[in-house]
């Protein structure tokens, strides 16, 4: 522990991983900045002096790159902490006290700073979580409320508050909406505030997720040029300030969006802030993901290095359209293609209010007797029986206005007592903040699994945003509305905290009718999720392009349905890039489709792990070209399987002429390239198996022959001796 708190010296605190450091410094008056954001420097020593270069000086200065700037003193830039005190005051400041910096465990060491408010009995910890190798940051505050009486106000409590002293800023950052997810826009950073946020409530990243891409200096590269990726682990409403300030400089704020949010902070007690996650480079974005998708995968992700279970799911095959000999009539489908388990999808519950659509139901899950009149126990059974495991899909934390859950217990839904009601795809949200509802929500899984302890997969979706957000619970225990939002989170995961304490293993998807939920604090819960209800393979394209920036390919559900007319080749070498599933009916196919499908199984079979554990390079990109290219590596440089598509289906235009360059190979070694995933009949780009060495195929690279009468092609790369 080192303390300033007499002296005022001034102190140096460098949170530093592999390549990278942050250096704070405090000033005479020992309030903290940070002094600097880039590649490690050779001697720590130089740390300190890293600021005399630097002319920040106004009569703001100390403010413009404070590390948590407070509000209400002599700060006139966006604050990322707001207080409102016991008394009304409505001001802080945060002077450094002390700082420390443990290893949690090998590879994870925590810097923490505290700071206080010379005036009130507020203190703030700035955490930061450096992951070492993966170079990554976790960065988040706790706030005490040091009053041994009084509440004070939180009006604003970001995560994290950075600051870049660069020429120019880069963004990109994501907008879209159902089955259009993850739509890209990058651009130059201009003087003042641009925001990211979302209001939604839950499934909050429907419009915008809370994750971006920042370069320095120019717009962002794959393999060169520094770049920032950002997100922040939060399953509710975000807010990303980037404000470009009077030196030309960036100042970002991250955290819960405090939009109807004041946050009363109870007598001696404190509020602990969401993680911001960022994957700092100096070598493009390419490198960024894959610190990011190895840290996901070693720390974050159930499983995350583990392996998935390959589906056929019922929902396009059936939608609400099913009975119990129609289901097991398409578990046989799923043995013949040779996935692991049954996906049963909407529509087997509700008995009063039956789920034959989607106005119906939800709420009730008890079977529907008149669909499966022997319940879900049969199915698990029949499932066994048919030599497949079986997984169940849930909506737990919603309800249609028509169900018997709406009847008993209005009181547990969010909405305005004396307002119209609001549907969003005719259902509304239950009331999370109320303990009584958490029991609920955590009883609907608990019960499932108790009652067919072999169900071996969930499905947990989301489809509805808060309307009229209001909380009959909040208001009977006199706690302000304004909690609502950070509440409804908070009892979410309690949720699912206590269900993966009782069931570690069992793997679930977080879906939200598409991406509308994917986060890396849902993400600590869920092995996997489901970036979009779009399964068109030229949207698939880019939607799983721009995931791949922030999550790796296992947590990626792809699957195969009937959203489009292209071939089943194309749409499952596009669900290979993750973990594959289908979504059709296997009895309909055709006898060469259905022999691709379980012969591209079986070649995913020999592949799956490179794709799951392996290093991703985005090869070519289908924003810039016609084509697209991505690759997966394994660690050891062994193997790897390239994915390449013509995405551009204007006739006559077929592959680029030039060679695709592959890279994460070693120079030295020689590899076998062959193509696998072939339709029957289909003659192979390469006419032989191809063996060439890493140092041409990184330098000159292969042309992978992409055509419209051919226009996936999945290689394997195997070294040869
Ligand atoms: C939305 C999901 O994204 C779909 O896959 C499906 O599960 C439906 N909900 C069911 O209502």
Known sequence: ???????????????????????????????????????????????????????????????????????????????????????????????????????????????????????YPVEVILNYRVYFNENIIEQWSVIKNNNPKKAIRLDKYASANLYFARDKFFLRQYHGGWAGEMKPEEHELTAGIKTLDSKLGTRANLFQPPSFVLAFNKPSDEDNGEVLLGTLAWTGNFKIDFEKDGFNNLRLIAGINPYASQYLLAAKSSFETPAFIYAYSQHGVGTASRNMHRWARNYKIPDGNGSRQTLLNNWEATYFDFDESKLTGLFKGAKELGVDLFLLDDGWFGNKYPRND??????????????????????VNEAEKAGIKFGIWVEPEMVNPKSELYEKHRDWVIRQPDRKEYYFRNQLVLDLTNPDVQQYVFSILDTLLTKNPKLAFIKWDCNAVMYNAHSAYLQKKNIPQSHIYVE??????????????????????????????????????????????????????????????????????????????????FRTDVAMMGKAGFDIVVDKLSANDKSFAVAALKDYASVNKIIWHGDMYRLVNPWKNSTASLMYASADRSSAVIFNYLTDRRYNNNSSIDPVKLKGL?????????????????????????????????????NVRLSQSHPSVVIEVQQVP
């Open 1 to 119: 522990m080192f303390c300033a708190c007499k002296l005022n010296a001034q102190v140096t605190i460098v949170v530093k991983s592999k390549d990278n450091a942050l250096a704070l410094k405090t000033d005479k008056d020992s309030l903290l900045y940070i002094s600097y954001f880039g590649a490690a420097l050779k001697e720590d020593s130089l740390y300190k002096r890293v600021s005399d270069e630097y002319r920040l000086s106004d009569a703001n200065n100390s403010m413009t790159n404070n590390a948590y700037t407070p509000a209400g003193t002599w700060n006139l830039l966006e604050p990322a902490l707001e207080i409102e005190q016991a008394d009304g005051n409505h001001s802080v400041e945060l002077k450094y006290v002390s700082h420390s910096t443990k290893t949690e465990k090998q590879n994870v060491f925590l810097t923490s700073v505290v700071l206080k408010d010379p005036v």
């Open 358 to 379: 989607d106005r119906a139901g939800l709420g009730d899950w008890q079977e529907n007797r008149k669909k499966l009149p022997n319940g879900i126990p049969f199915l």
């Open 488 to 569: 409804y989170v908070k009892g979410l995961y309690q949720v699912l905290e206590r269900f993966r304490k009782k069931y570690p293993d069992i793997h679930m998807m977080l879906c939200s009718g598409g991406g509308g939920r994917a986060d890396y604090k849902a993400l600590s819960y869920f092995t996997e999720f489901w970036p979009s209800d779009n399964t068109d393979p030229y949207e698939r394209i880019f939607i799983q392009w721009e995931n791949s920036y922030f999550f790796p390919a296992i947590t990626s559900c792809n699957h195969v349905t009937d959203w489009s007319k292209t071939s089943i080749k």
């Open 666 to 702: 070693d120079p030295a070694k020689n590899y076998q390239l062959k193509e696998i995933n072939l339709y029957p009949g289909q003659n192979a780009v390469f006419s032989a198996n191809k063996v060439l060495s890493g140092d041409f195929l990184m330098n000159v690279g292969v």
